[in-house]
Structures are given as C-alpha cells and as structure tokens.
C-alpha cells in the first residue's frame, strides 16, 4: 500500500498540479476514519474540503456546460451535470486514474473495502478539488477538473453515462403517468454528532412511500432513497 507521506509528488503529478501548502492535498485524501485514529478528531480529515470542492464542482461544471451547449434546454443541462458530478460517475473517475489508492483510511475502513467504495472515493475526489480551490483558486481548479473528468464529461454528452437515482426514478415514474410534481423527498431523521451527521431519507408518488435511504448529506440520503424505489420496482440504479 502507498505511503502519502512519501508519494505526494505523484499524486500532484496524476493530478497535473503541484501544491504550493501540500498539506492541503494531504487532507484531501484523510479518510475522517483515519483523522480519528491520528487525533482523536474526525473532523480532521477531508469533510470539509469535501463540502467546499461539491460547490466549486459544481459551479465550474455548471459554467463548462453552459458554454459548451449554448442550444440546450436548462433542463437538458441540469440532467446532463447529475449525470456527470453524480457519486458512481466521480468515483469511476478517480480510480480510473488510481486516485482511490492514496486515500489514507482507518483499519476498518480499509479492511472492509472502503478504498474502493463510490461513496468514500467520490468524496475523496471532491475534497481534492476543494483543496486545489484553496491553493490555487478557480482557474486551478478549472484546470485540475478538466483534467480528472474529461473523459467523464465526453460520455456525458454522448449520452453513455448512467443517470443519477433521482432522475431515473423521475423519469421511469412519469412513464407510469406520475407528474414530477407528485414525487416527494422528505428527511425522516438525522443522526450522529454534527461532524459526521448520517441522514434518512424517504422517496413518495401520490403519498406512496416507495423507498427509504441513508447518506451523510441530505442529497446523498435522497439519492439512497431513489436507489432503493428502483430496486423495488425493477429498475436498479446504476450508482
């Protein structure tokens, strides 16, 4: 298994970047499991670059799309991005390029396979390009996206990129005859202290509960709960 402290320089190669404070990077691919097991404190590992590198996604792929389509729908925009910035689609990303094996995890993370987890290695993908932000702003971590998912974002507008939970959940329901107005996410509950807050998560149609999820976010509890409404209606999500 690579040492991060000794490969640094080789993941700032794959990533086309070389950081100016590494530390940054180093916290990018903590684990909050391996931040406990150092510290005593999870929330020194890669939650937070995690939040900020979902908005600075985001708003750089939002951008990238805009310009790219200028005769698209924001309908068609807003689904095309789901599909791309989408758990499954950053995940195969990152190990795509072997990213997933600098994450530095806890001993049961690592033994029960949380290197190759979509969750955890999607989120380790975020908090890296949260730090890249940080060091180098926008236009670095413009560049360092570009990089990462082009391939992702070419399949994208090919149409070869499997859709996020949610939209296939729409879209399968409205061939049923069900209005997207009909379809309700509700956050059932929440819990686990504020650093590591686990949400559930319940999809409806017509005030038919169809499926219930888990994440640690309130998106990521919804899209657990579409998952599980396509499982029950035949249609698996390919997350």
């Given at each position: 298994m690579?040492?991060?402290?000794?490969?640094?320089?080789?993941l700032e190669k794959i990533l086309g970047y070389q950081f100016r404070d590494p530390a940054l990077l180093e916290r990018a691919v903590t684990h909050s499991s391996r931040a406990n097991e150092l510290t005593g404190r999870p929330q020194d590992g890669n939650e937070?670059?995690?939040f900020l590198g979902d908005a600075v996604l985001?708003?750089?792929?939002?951008?990238?799309?805009?310009?790219?389509?200028?005769g698209d729908s924001e309908g068609r925009l807003s689904k095309l991005r789901a599909s791309i910035v989408c758990e499954r689609s950053l995940s195969m990303?990152?190990?795509?390029?072997?990213?997933?094996?600098?994450?530095?995890?806890?001993?049961?993370?690592?033994?029960?396979g949380g290197r190759y987890r979509d969750s955890i290695v999607s989120d380790c993908l975020e908090a890296i390009f949260?730090?890249?932000?940080?060091?180098?702003?926008?236009?670095a971590a413009g560049m360092v996206i570009d990089r990462v998912l082009s391939d992702t974002v070419r399949k994208g507008?090919?149409?070869?990129?499997?859709k996020d939970a949610k939209t296939e959940l729409q879209e399968l329901l409205?061939?049923?005859?069900?209005?997207?107005?009909?379809?309700?996410?509700?956050?059932?509950?929440?819990?686990?202290?504020?650093?590591?807050?686990?949400?559930?998560?319940?999809?409806?149609?017509?005030?038919?509960?169809?499926g219930r999820g888990c994440g640690k976010?309130?998106?990521?509890a919804q899209a657990a709960a579409a998952s599980a409404a396509l499982e029950k209606l035949g249609s698996p999500a390919q997350r």
């Open positions: 690579r040492q991060l402290n000794s490969d640094i320089r080789q937070r670059l995690e985001e708003e750089i792929m939002s951008t990238r799309l805009y310009h790219s389509l200028p990303a990152a190990k795509a390029m072997e990213i997933n094996q600098f994450l530095r995890l806890g001993h049961g993370e690592e033994l029960t949260g730090a890249v932000f940080l060091d180098g702003g926008s236009e507008m090919e149409g070869r990129l499997a409205q061939r049923d005859g069900v209005s997207a107005c009909d379809i309700e996410y509700v956050i059932t509950g929440e819990s686990g202290p504020d650093h590591n807050k686990l949400f559930e998560a319940a999809v409806s149609a017509g005030g038919k509960e169809l976010s309130k998106q990521a």
